[in-house]
């Protein structure tokens, strides 16, 4: 188990839905980080924020937002939702402001389906 | 930019045998290097890190990697591969200078054969 608790495990949904991704990180890191897994496209970045705060943002489209709330936890909210959006989105936490160094926890996921 | 490539997509050793998952990185500095392993269903679990520090580096489960600049290789190593030791393998880079995400490697996926 590594602390970091995401919500819920599994989403179906339908096309032109907006559905919210929670990610609780671990007690002490300051830190969430976004990734979406898909077949075609691996591991991609998403987006970061530390304290509150956004700290850097990577392959995350338009139609995605998230922010990160005063107890730490995070929201990836996804909407106009497409049969392309069909992936894993998972949260990690880590302590420092950068990975570089700092070990990142992953959780276990959120496999989103759109049909 | 910074970026990892993983060589094979899919590696099938034999129980007992020696496991070599090969990564290369491409990076304007020295970066910080990571391996991931993600069993089915779960998460990313760390095996093991490179920071500039020891260019051998120990991780869980029995893995090892060795920095090598003049390659730019991190390849990751198990002496005598065990049934559990099949997953996904993601090589990972991350640039000191600006450490706020990972670049990923599209990932091996190893198999253990009885």
């Avoid at chain 1, 970091?4 to 339908?14: C, E």
């Avoid at chain 1, 990577?58 to 069909?86: K, M, Y």
């Avoid at chain 2, 090598?68 to 065990?82: G, I, M, R």
């Avoid at chain 2, 049934?83 to 091996?108: K, N, W």
Wanted: overall charge negative; charged content about 15%.
């Amino acid at each position: 188990d590594s602390g970091v608790t995401q919500t819920p495990k599994h989403l179906i949904t339908a096309t032109g839905q907006r559905v919210t991704l929670r990610c609780s990180p671990r007690s002490g890191d300051l830190s969430v980080y976004w990734y979406q897994q898909s077949l075609d496209q691996g591991l991609q970045f998403l987006i970061q924020y530390y304290n509150g705060e956004e700290r850097a943002k990577g392959n995350i489209l338009e139609r995605f937002s998230a922010q990160q709330f005063p107890d730490l936890h995070s929201e990836l909210n996804l909407s106009s939702l497409e049969l392309g959006d069909s992936a894993l989105y998972f949260c990690a936490s880590s302590v420092d402001q950068g990975l570089g160094g700092t070990e990142a926890f992953f959780g276990q996921g959120t496999r989103l389906t759109v049909v | 930019a910074q970026s990892v490539t993983q060589l094979g997509s899919h590696v099938s050793v034999s129980e007992g045998a020696l496991v070599l998952l090969r990564c290369n990185y491409s990076s304007s500095v020295p970066p910080y290097l990571f391996w991931y392993v993600q069993y089915p269903n779960q998460g990313l679990q760390l095996l093991l890190k490179y920071t500039s520090a020891a260019t051998l580096v120990k991780g869980i489960n029995g893995f090892e990697a060795e920095f090598k600049k003049s390659e730019t290789s991190f390849h990751l190593t198990k002496p005598s591969a065990h049934m559990s030791d099949a997953a996904e393998y993601f090589c990972a880079v991350s640039d000191p200078g600006s450490a706020r995400q990972l670049t990923f490697g599209s990932g091996t996926q190893l198999t253990v054969l009885p």
